[in-house]
């Protein structure tokens, strides 16, 4: 049974910055998808971010060039790095895992996610 917990939440001034970790565990190989979403009260789950197996990322414009994707196989660990941080970005971010193997195409909606964490709360003040 794969399981992934999040963790690197916090309360944080606007500009500064955070760095989430998600451990996985019960994988039973290496070509699987990590990704990233976040979800603020009353919205729905936004994307926030992914990472293939073989390293190609993907982030959507209201957060690139602030946030970074990056994953550790050894480890069997994904990080975000969050950079400049806004209010906007207050919310609940969600680690997934897609056991699905995209070669050049991402997997961008919750739709393509097997497996969740339960969330780590991010809080950026004004």
């Known amino acids: 049974q794969v399981l992934l917990v999040e963790s690197g939440g916090g309360l944080v001034q606007a500009g500064g910055s955070l760095r989430l970790s998600c451990a996985a565990s019960?994988?039973?190989?290496?070509?699987?998808?990590m990704g990233w979403f976040r979800q603020a009260p009353g919205k729905e789950r936004e994307f926030v971010a992914t990472?293939?197996?073989?390293?190609?990322?993907y982030l959507p414009n209201s957060v690139k060039g602030r946030f970074t994707i990056s994953r550790d196989n050894a480890k069997n660990t994904v990080y975000l790095q969050m950079d400049m941080l806004k209010p906007e970005d207050t919310a609940l971010y969600y680690c997934?895992?897609?056991?699905?193997?995209?070669?050049?195409?991402?997997?961008?909606?919750?739709?393509?996610?097997?497996?969740w964490g339960q969330g780590t709360q991010v809080t950026v003040s004004s």
């Open positions: 019960g994988l039973t190989g290496r070509t699987y998808t």
């Open positions: 990472i293939r197996w073989n390293g190609g990322t």
């Open positions: 997934a895992l897609s056991s699905r193997i995209y070669q050049r195409s991402n997997a961008l909606l919750p739709q393509d996610y097997d497996y």
